[in-house]
């Protein structure tokens, strides 16, 4: 599986992004689907992760404020981030999992999400 990731570039605060992964095989088959955030020193992140049964789950910093969505035709899941903050300044990365006979995680390349103040 491979994931390319798409969107992110340099934002004031309180303006938006959307960040954009897809998938090299239909997403259907993934168990899992989401966005992490890292910076440097600091473990990476949740930032919002959906299921296969469609179960959305966001960091709590991130609630009310950033939406994750899917695109199953085109294997995409989408990141809109609105209100974006300084503390939002991060490495984004893309993240999947798929469960057969193993558990395996993919990790797409990652996107630089820089908000000034």
């Known amino acids: 599986v491979q994931l390319q990731a798409y969107g992110g570039g340099l934002v004031q605060t309180g303006g938006s992004l959307r960040l954009s992964c897809t998938a090299s095989v239909t997403i259907a088959i993934l168990n899992e689907m989401g966005w992490y955030r890292q910076v440097p020193g600091k473990q990476r992140e949740l930032v919002a992760s959906?299921?296969?049964?469609?179960?959305?789950a966001y960091a709590d910093s991130v609630k009310g404020r950033f939406t994750l969505s899917r695109e199953n035709a085109i294997n995409t899941v989408y990141l809109q981030m609105n209100n974006l903050k300084p503390e939002d300044t991060a490495v984004y990365y893309c993240?999947?999992?798929?469960?057969?006979?193993?558990?395996?995680?993919?990790w797409g390349q990652g996107t630089q999400v820089t908000v000034s103040s």
């Open positions: 959906t299921s296969s049964g469609g179960n959305i």
């Open positions: 993240r999947a999992v798929r469960t057969l006979f193993t558990c395996t995680t993919y």
